[in-house]
């Protein structure tokens, strides 16, 4: 099994509607994210946390929520979503062990907004 | 902010052949993480580099972070389409080891 995953994998949405997008992982990593990637953009952090009762904000968390539901789950929520959220989604873990912070991702989500 | 800008954006090369591909950062890198993601898929992780001048090998990938630490090379030597996808390197800019940047990827396509 993955160690981290992401559902849904697809998912078409239409303008407004509001959407969640779940990531689990079984590698015991105490830090996750959330990323999009975009064409000709890269990856850019949308939000992380450390632990549970740690949240941060990226560089572009205008218009998503984060739930940190236990250390194993991180969902992203979309309150209402528009057009210029499609892209492709990724949740990654990390633990800093020895100081090296290595972030393993997950498959990936993929998300259009109509 | 640190920025990374990777080159070439793009490459085609033969199967057999080798290749490098750059990642320069507008600041001083802490650590420089290589990952390859297949085309719409998830990021596979391939090496980390922190000290100035460092190498690593994963079967026939190279990566060095040179003694200013401020630009890392990727270098496949003999290409197979299996090396096909794109490559992103992410740095770590702070010191903190807690966020990454990520450069715009160079996508690498191995002819026959």
């Known amino acids: 099994d993955a160690d981290v995953t992401q559902t849904p994998r697809n998912r078409i949405t239409k303008t407004g509607k509001r959407i969640m997008l779940e990531c689990s992982q079984t590698?015991?990593?105490?830090?996750m994210y959330w990323y999009r990637q975009d064409p000709g953009l890269g990856l850019r952090l949308i939000y992380y946390?450390?632990?549970?009762?740690?949240?941060n904000k990226g560089e572009i968390s205008d218009g998503y929520s984060v739930s940190r539901q236990a250390q194993a789950k991180f969902s992203l929520s979309l309150e209402s979503a528009i057009p210029n959220q499609t892209a492709l989604y990724f949740c990654?873990?990390?633990?800093?062990?020895?100081?090296?912070?290595?972030?393993?991702f997950g498959p990936g989500t993929r998300l259009t907004v109509l | 902010s640190q920025e990374l800008e990777q080159s070439p954006q793009s490459l085609i090369v033969q199967e057999g052949k080798n290749l490098t591909i750059n990642c320069t950062s507008s600041?001083?890198?802490?650590?420089l993480y290589w990952y390859k993601q297949k085309y719409g898929e998830g990021l596979i992780f391939l090496m980390m580099?922190?000290?100035?001048?460092e190498e690593k090998s994963h079967e026939k990938i190279t990566a060095k972070l040179d003694e200013k630490k401020q630009q890392s090379s990727l270098h496949i030597t003999a290409s197979q389409p299996s090396h096909a996808g794109i490559y992103l390197c992410?740095?770590?800019?702070?010191?903190?080891?807690?966020?990454?940047?990520f450069g715009t990827g160079t996508r690498l396509q191995v002819t026959l």
């Open positions: 990654a873990t990390s633990d800093l062990a020895g100081g090296v912070d290595t972030q393993y």
């Open positions: 590698k015991g990593h105490d830090r």
């Open positions: 946390s450390f632990d549970v009762k740690d949240i």
């Open positions: 600041k001083t890198l802490y650590g």
């Open positions: 580099l922190q000290k100035g001048g």
């Open positions: 992410g740095a770590d800019g702070t010191g903190t080891a807690s966020k990454l940047t």
